[in-house]
């Protein structure tokens, strides 16, 4: 006899799950049609004692709703709206009593099979009076819901939420823990692979995809996507920090501090995020000053930094081995914060006004600034000197004697086709103006991409792709504009927001930008399936 353990799943406890997840998620006219064609009904509610206590109190809209998912007994049915039709009667709530029992399978049956009855409850509500001795056959009222509720327990079962995806999510963990599943990727479920290992070439995008709306009084300010591109995370106005699924638009939810709505957050705005390089912690900076860092799968946070700066946080990047966080600031400054001391290690300051950005270099040894003075600083990352000042030059168009704000300063991913060092790398600037140029560290123009409009054509948010084909600048006329940085040139311009937009961001593997604004919404930009080049790659 073998001493092994086999395990099999019957297909009926396959399809509740289905029937879960459709209920979940709102898939209704599914779920019916799965329930008659598989003859296999859910009979499940999320709370036994809530579906009870809605029965007792007689929240009848509740209860319908609630049984409308379960298969019980014709008698058992019978009796539920035989109950609900005598308290409507009692109600005077005529009509609708009229509708349930001319209208309603239950009621039908029973119209065949106990037509005494049926006509008996048919007589009452004819009458212009309503005796209720008579209707509940001696009894309270408070008595037959009791009764009737006793009845639907005996066949109704509880059931976790989402039982699906967590299954998913265990069998996917076992997966990696055993090798057959790369860890830190997002994985494809249905072919079983990493979907981020899948090679995609960049394209523009061509159309809003999924639009995430926040509160009346809520909006954006800040957000990123994780480097292994599971998460998208946003930051807003009103405190909270929120992990998204960029494909749906909808929240998380198989986190499950998300599920029961205890979110990370701040008691300040939240104006800056960044994740580490492997994706596990997240740091957040808010209007007050505070530097948070989250550990994401759990919601908890692991370091807290008070006053990380005396003004907002604006930006933060992480070190390339993620031992360090680094901020810039309202007031000024950009700093290096140690993740492990919890302490502040070093500060750059020498610019006379806000710090939008503030990255490392790729070797690490740089730190490049830029701020609303117009000016962007290199400094040497460890003795925070400044090795370099550069002040973008503007447009032609535009005066040559007034320094324009410098809304971002960040490293290229490639010097596309370019002359310089490689070694160095040369980094994307955008001032408030219309023109985003690409400069290598001494401040020559290499190459400028513009808007060609002198009206609201000011560039607020600049991004480039991960591998460095095309260049996403949004303009103040609340347009996305997609250049090729191959050959500068302007390719596409796509609407993305009806307010300001405060930022953009770039999925690190996929063709999916996200535009944040004012007019509380957060973008999801891909391109349409119709005018993709390379099918395969579409990632919806």
């Known amino acids: 006899m073998s001493g092994a353990v086999s395990t099999s799943v019957e297909s009926a406890d396959v399809i509740r799950l289905m029937l879960q997840f459709c209920k979940e998620n709102g898939l209704h006219r599914s779920l019916q049609a799965l329930q008659e064609e598989s003859r296999v009904s859910l009979n499940t509610v999320d709370s036994l004692d809530g579906l009870m206590g809605d029965i007792n109190n007689g929240r009848w809209d509740m209860v319908l709703q609630a049984v409308s998912y379960l298969s019980l007994p014709d008698n058992v049915q019978q009796d539920l709206y035989v109950q609900i039709v005598l308290e409507l009667a009692e109600m005077r709530e005529l009509d609708t009593a009229n509708h349930l029992i001319r209208e309603t399978a239950p009621m039908i049956a029973m119209k065949q099979d106990t037509p005494e009855r049926y006509l008996r409850l048919e007589a009452?509500?004819?009458?212009?009076?309503?005796?209720?001795?008579?209707?509940?056959?001696?009894?309270?009222?408070?008595?037959?819901?009791?009764?009737?509720?006793?009845?639907?327990?005996?066949?109704?079962?509880?059931?976790?939420?989402?039982?699906?995806?967590?299954?998913?999510?265990?069998?996917?963990?076992?997966?990696?823990?055993?090798?057959i599943l790369p860890p830190n990727t997002r994985i494809d479920v249905f072919r079983g692979v990493a979907a981020d290992a899948i090679e995609e070439s960049e394209q523009c995008?061509?159309?809003?995809?999924?639009?995430?709306?926040?509160?009346?009084?809520?909006h954006p300010e800040c957000a990123t996507f994780s480097p292994d591109g599971q998460y998208c995370v946003s930051g807003s106005v009103d405190g909270f920090v929120e992990v998204w699924d960029y494909q749906t638009a909808m929240l998380r939810k198989d986190l499950s501090y998300q599920e029961e709505g205890a979110f990370m957050m701040h008691e300040k705005a939240v104006i800056g995020i960044a994740f580490s390089k492997d994706s596990e912690l997240l740091a957040t900076g808010a209007q007050d000053g505070q530097l948070k860092i989250w550990r994401v799968a759990t919601g908890q946070c692991v370091r807290r930094y008070e006053k990380a700066h005396n003004e907002g946080i604006t930006f933060i990047s992480w070190s390339k081995d993620s031992s360090q966080i680094l901020t810039a600031s309202f007031d000024y400054t950009a700093r290096a914060h140690g993740l492990k001391s919890g302490k502040t290690l070093k500060e750059y300051r020498g610019h006379t006004s806000y710090v939008n950005t503030a990255v490392y270099s790729r070797d690490g040894g740089r730190v490049i600034t830029a701020s609303s003075d117009g000016h962007v600083i290199i400094w040497d990352t460890r003795t925070t000197e400044q090795m370099h000042t550069i002040v973008p030059p503007p447009p032609p168009h535009m005066p040559s004697t007034i320094h324009y704000a410098v809304n971002a300063a960040f490293m290229a991913p490639a010097a596309p086709g370019q002359s310089g060092n490689e070694d160095e790398g040369l980094i994307y600037v955008c001032s408030r103006t219309n023109t985003v140029q690409l400069m290598n560290m001494q401040g020559q123009v290499i190459k400028s991409f513009t808007s060609g409009k002198r009206d609201k054509g000011d560039f607020v948010a600049m991004t480039p792709s991960p591998k460095g084909d095309w260049l996403y600048a949004a303009a103040e006329d609340n347009k996305l504009y997609c250049f090729s940085t191959q050959s500068g040139a302007l390719e596409q311009t796509l609407q993305v927001a009806e307010k300001e937009v405060i930022g953009l961001v770039h999925h690190p593997s996929r063709n999916v930008l996200a535009a944040y604004s004012s007019d509380g919404t957060m973008a999801f930009l891909k391109r349409d399936r119709a005018t993709s080049v390379a099918q395969s790659s579409d990632w919806a």
């Open 124 to 179: 009452l509500l004819k009458r212009n009076y309503f005796d209720p001795r008579e209707a509940y056959d001696g009894d309270p009222k408070e008595k037959k819901r009791s009764s009737i509720a006793q009845a639907i327990s005996k066949y109704v079962q509880v059931a976790p939420p989402s039982r699906l995806l967590s299954l998913v999510g265990q069998a996917m963990k076992w997966q990696q823990h055993a090798g």
């Open 205 to 218: 995008p061509t159309q809003i995809a999924k639009t995430v709306k926040f509160g009346t009084k809520s």
